[in-house]
């Protein structure tokens, strides 16, 4: 595969970012946070005496930034996530005939993207929509973000978790290559406050909503600025139930339910963070190795490397392990500060701003990790 890229080389040609109206800051989360704690042990306070429950351990800013690097997040409806009688986000039903919430934010960040790549949505003919997260099983919301747009060919959706947007990109990169696509857009809506706990302490303060888009063509037909090229793709997954959500349409048939179901920590994200450390990394930064091998690169030459946001710590001992550790500053940009977590978006985010000053022949890698176990890695050069 990576001599057939070399033969028809395919470029992305165009990245765009949508950032939601809303942000939350640490202190706000853990205002909340502390408030709905003290309300929960108060009212179970015999029972956690007695050892029946657990009582709830306050949060603060300083954890949060240390275990993570995250300081704010985005969120699209910021009502009610602060509410100690509610702790999720209010979000309005919209009718059939209106934009769903995800292809509203697909299409912001399309637009850009498409702007920048100096393409007209009728010149797309795949588009596929990579998120970790959905809002509806079908219609598809790469066909309701495809209508809307007024782009051409077909379109689907498709997750991977974390690994979703560099696995999409793949997906379309096949579709180029087999010419079953000559312009594909991959969008990546994560509407993800929904399906965060913000009742747990260990979770509540990892994820935010964004979304991005990225244009992909055959370099022969790409006349945007800022062009990259695709030299190698590498995508990997291994089975594990460290990081997992189990609601489903299954839940509500269940016996015995009941409202409170909805409700147990196995319904929202879960994580074994230890274990995920310990494990997805190695595999990580495994097949990164490889991929460098491979197009006989040394991790040296590289101008920059786009990792997944996870959290700080995880970045760093990646970037350690691949660079060495004096990294130059800007050489792995992080976005967590002001984006926390984005699911499969982030490294997408770091690229987007952090691309611009690189020369012709600079090379890079956008490297996603996360549930599943996934990793997606994307050899980019600078054209």
């Known amino acids: 595969m990576q001599k057939l890229l070399a033969e028809v080389p395919v ?70 996530i602060l509410d100690v009688e509610r702790m999720m986000p209010v979000v309005p039903r919209r009718a059939p ?3 769903s919430i995800s292809a509203e934010m697909a299409v912001a960040a399309a637009t850009e993207a498409l702007e920048r790549a100096e393409k007209q949505p009728g010149e797309i003919d795949l588009v596929i929509c990579g998120a970790s997260t959905s809002e509806r099983p079908w219609p598809a919301v790469a066909i309701e973000i495809q209508q809307a747009l007024g782009c051409k060919g077909y379109a689907f959706d498709m997750s991977v978790a974390c ?24 969008v990546s809506p994560e509407f993800f406050t929904p399906q965060l706990n913000f009742r747990d302490r260990d979770s509540h303060f990892i994820f935010g909503d964004v979304a991005t888009a990225v244009v992909l063509e055959r370099e022969e037909t790409a006349s945007g600025k800022q062009l990259f090229r695709v030299l ?49 990394l190695p ?76 020369s012709a022949g600079d090379k890079g890698i956008i490297c996603s990790f996360g549930a599943g176990y996934s990793v997606g890695s994307l050899m980019l050069e600078k054209v």
């Open 11 to 80: 470029v992305i040609s165009g990245t765009g970012l949508f950032t939601p109206p809303h942000k939350i800051s640490n202190d706000e989360l853990v205002q909340a946070h502390n408030a709905y704690a003290d309300k929960f042990n108060l009212e179970n306070a015999e029972a956690i005496e007695r050892g029946e429950q657990t009582a709830i351990q306050h949060s603060s800013a300083e954890f949060i930034e240390k275990a993570s690097g995250i300081s704010q997040r985005y969120a699209m409806f910021k009502e009610g």
């Open 283 to 358: 595999l990580t930064i495994d097949l990164i190795k490889q991929q460098l091998e491979d197009c006989a690169t040394d991790a040296a030459d590289l101008r920059r490397v786009w990792l997944h946001q996870a959290n700080i710590n995880m970045n760093q001992f990646a970037a350690q392990k691949l660079l060495g550790r004096d990294i130059e500053a800007g050489r792995t940009p992080n976005v967590l500060g002001e984006y926390g977590n984005t699911v499969s978006a982030g490294a997408i985010v770091a690229f987007h701003k952090f691309h611009e000053d690189m």
């Open 97 to 99: 005939e209106e934009l």
């Open 232 to 280: 190698d793709r590498k995508l990997t997954t291994s089975f594990s139930n460290n990081i997992r959500t189990d609601l489903s349409y299954l839940t509500r048939a269940e016996p015995d339910l009941s409202l409170e179901r909805f409700f147990e920590p196995d319904q929202w994200f879960v994580q074994q963070g230890r274990k995920v450390f310990k494990e997805l």
């Open 163 to 186: 690994s979703t947007a560099t696995f999409a990109i793949s997906s379309a990169i096949d579709a180029l290559l087999c010419g079953s696509a000559t312009c594909a857009l991959v």
